[in-house]
C-alpha cells in the first residue's frame, strides 16, 4: 500500500473516532439538559392554584345555591383542577380536612399533593370567604 493510501486511510479513521466522540458529548449533554432547570420548578403550578382554587371554589359554591353540600363542591372544583393539571402532564390530587359554613363565611381546610414525576410536593391550605 502506498503512503498517500495509508495516510487517507488514518486520517479517516481520526475523523470517524472525532465525529463519535463529539456525537456522543452532544447526546449527554442533551440528555442532562433534558433533567435540569424549569421542567422541575413547579412554583407556577403552586402559584395558579393559589390564586385560582379558591375563586373557582367559591364560584362553584355561589353557582350551585346550597343545592349541593359543600364538600361536593369542594370535590367537583378539585377533580377540574386535578384533570387540567394531568394534561400538564403534572399528577394533582386535593385532600379536604374540614370545611364548614358559619355565619355565611365558608371555611376549607386541604391540602393537595402535587408532581412531576420526579419532585413531589405536599401543601396545606386553608381558604375562607
Known sequence: MNTKGQLLLVSGLLMSI???????????SVNMGAHQG?????????SSIESNFPLALEYQINQDDGSV?????FETVAEDFEY???LRGISLSFDLTSSSLNSGT????YEYIM???????????????
Not at 18 to 28: C, E, G, N, Q, Y
Not at 106 to 109: A, D, K, Q
Not at 117 to 128: A, C, E, P, R, V
Open 115 to 129: 408532581g412531576d414525576g420526579i419532585i413531589t410536593i405536599t401543601l396545606s391550605k386553608t381558604t375562607t370567604f
Open 84 to 86: 387540567l393539571f394531568a
Open 69 to 73: 353540600s359543600i364538600i361536593e363542591s
Open 18 to 28: 472525532t465525529l463519535i466522540a463529539v456525537s456522543s458529548t452532544i447526546t449527554h
Open 106 to 109: 365558608y371555611n376549607f381546610v
Open 38 to 46: 424549569e421542567r422541575h420548578d413547579l412554583t407556577p403550578q403552586i
